[in-house]
Each structure stands twice: as structure tokens, then as C-alpha cells.
């Protein structure tokens, strides 16, 4: 039986807001230290918070490990564990926790990592502590629909994985059995997140475009967000569903002494969605524009 919305159900409407990368480098934990001692990052989202809190979903992008000792920047990253209090002080429901940098501090960070965001609060996907919990689908209860939220990232930069299942990694044939196994277990709308395309390019590598349309046109999944190039990259519409393709830095320390200026650009996708019943679309994306802004 093909069961749809109810004769004369009414519409609803709301948002889901993803925002960029969160880049942690030495001189951002280091702005969040406080005199006595630990961390505090709310003051650094401050700005953003309004808008995050707002939204009747907010997904963030954690890139960086965190809680795996003594915090550490680049190349190998380590945040501090406060990190998560800030993201729910914030306002994030869920992050993605697929990125390059994941398996920086073995399984062991990725186990503190997670350990951090649930003692926060806050939900996860995109790397797991165990065989079984990989085999988890993340599903939020939003406005009457339930939304699985789905991460993956293309590599973790030569690092091997602790485990077949301690990331997940973009594979065509991963995302849609995925994808397949959330609506099997009741997912009304699937967002997937992709840490992909190459870094301070504005336009998206043939993979990314590959990928999207690939997705997006079969109805595998209903949006796309993505990460990674650390510049903005386009909002494109495929197939009646839409991409974003990147969102750049929402906070990092990269600046024009290393890389290119605009990587201090980023922007908090705002994702309109109209829901008649279990059944919902993506009716438009806005935007909104961020920029680091370091101190002097």
C-alpha cells in the first residue's frame, strides 16, 4: 500500500541551516582559552548563533578531531573536547564528523570526538567507534518528518583507517545503500553531507558534479551540502533538488599569508522546505554570508 499526505493536510514550512567547516588551527583554540584555565568557544560563534538557533535544524561540520589530549593544529589537528559545548551552546543539532582530517588522532580521537558532541548533546554522522555503530542511520524527528542525515568525505590524506568502518568514505555504492537503508527505516527527506572537491577551487571537479547529479537525479537523497575547498562554491539546482557545493571556512585561521583571501569566506546555507504530510521538498536555498574575521 503507497500510503501520502492526508486529504486536506495542511503545508508546513521551515528551514535547515548547514554551515561550513569548522577549521580549528592553534590561534582559535587559543582565543578561546580562558585566564583560569579550559576553553570557551561560544564567544567565537556569538554572531552566528541567531541565525543557527533559529532554524528548526542546524547541521555544523566538525573537521577537526577533538578531546585527544593536548589541543594541536595543523597538519595534525586536535581540538579541545569545549569545542562540543560550543556547538550546542550554539544552537547545532548534528555534525558531520566525515572530513580529511578525521583519523588525525587515531580511533582514539575519533572515540573522543564522538564522546565529546553526545556528552554535549549533540548528534553525529559520518564516523563511528564500532562495527555496529556504523550500521547506525542517523534519523532526526523535525517538524513532523523524520530526516536522515548522512556524512562522507573523500580521503583522510594517506592516513590509513583504524578500521574499515571508523570513516565513511564517498563511494557511489556506499551513499546509495545508505540511502536505501534510511528510507527502509522510515527517513521521510535524506540530507547528505560530503567533505569533497579540491581545496581554494570555486568550482566543483567533475566528481563533485558527477556525484550530484548522480544523486540527486534518481531521488537517492533530497539536498547535498559540502565542505572541503576552504573557498565558497556554488548553489546549483539538479533535478528539481539542490547542492551546495561548498560552503568555505565558517571559522578556521587561514589567511591570505597562506592562502587565498577568500578563504576567509564562507556562508550558512538556509534550506527551505515544504512538507505536506511525511512528504517534503526542497522549495529553495538562500544564504547567508560569513567572514573570518581575525583579531588585530
Not at 548522480?214 to 547535498?224: E, G, K, S
Amino acid at each position: 500500500r503507497v500510503s501520502g499526505p492526508a486529504p486536506g493536510a495542511a503545508p508546513r514550512t521551515f528551514d535547515i541551516v548547514a554551515s561550513g567547516d569548522l577549521l580549528i588551527h592553534g590561534p582559535v583554540w587559543q582565543a578561546a582559552a580562558r585566564p583560569g584555565g579550559g576553553y570557551d568557544f561560544r564567544p567565537l560563534f556569538a554572531n552566528v548563533k541567531p541565525i543557527v538557533s533559529r532554524a528548526a535544524l542546524a547541521l555544523c561540520h566538525v573537521e577537526t578531531p577533538m578531546g585527544a589530549g593536548a589541543p594541536s593544529g595543523y597538519p595534525i589537528f586536535n581540538s579541545p573536547a569545549e569545542l562540543a559545548d560550543g556547538i550546542a551552546s550554539t544552537g547545532w543539532d548534528a555534525c558531520s564528523t566525515a572530513s580529511n582530517h578525521s583519523v588525525d588522532k587515531g580511533q582514539y580521537g575519533i572515540g573522543t570526538t564522538i564522546r565529546s558532541l553526545r556528552e554535549a548533546g549533540v548528534r553525529h554522522a559520518g564516523t563511528a567507534r564500532s562495527g555496529d555503530e556504523s550500521r547506525r542511520t542517523l534519523i532526526l524527528p523535525v517538524r513532523g518528518l523524520r530526516i536522515a542525515f548522512l556524512s562522507y568525505t573523500y580521503g583522510t590524506n594517506g592516513i590509513p583507517l583504524p578500521h574499515p568502518w571508523s570513516v565513511d568514505l564517498i563511494s557511489t555504492r556506499k551513499i546509495v545503500a545508505d540511502a536505501r537503508r534510511a528510507r527502509r527505516r522510515g527517513a521521510d527527506f535524506i540530507v547528505a553531507n560530503l567533505h569533497w572537491g579540491n581545496e581554494y577551487v570555486h568550482e566543483p571537479n567533475q566528481q563533485q558534479r558527477d556525484l550530484a547529479r548522480y544523486l540527486l537525479r534518481r531521488r537517492l537523497v533530497d539536498v547535498i551540502v559540502g565542505q572541503h575547498a576552504h573557498v565558497v562554491q556554488p548553489v546549483r539546482r539538479v533535478a528539481r533538488r539542490f547542492v551546495v557545493y561548498g560552503e568555505g571556512n565558517l571559522i578556521s585561521n587561514q589567511t591570505a599569508a597562506c592562502c587565498p583571501p577568500e578563504s576567509q569566506d564562507g556562508l550558512i546555507a538556509v534550506i527551505h522546505v515544504r512538507a505536506v504530510g511525511t512528504e517534503a521538498t526542497v522549495t529553495g536555498v538562500d544564504y547567508v554570508p560569513t567572514y573570518v574575521e581575525h583579531p588585530s
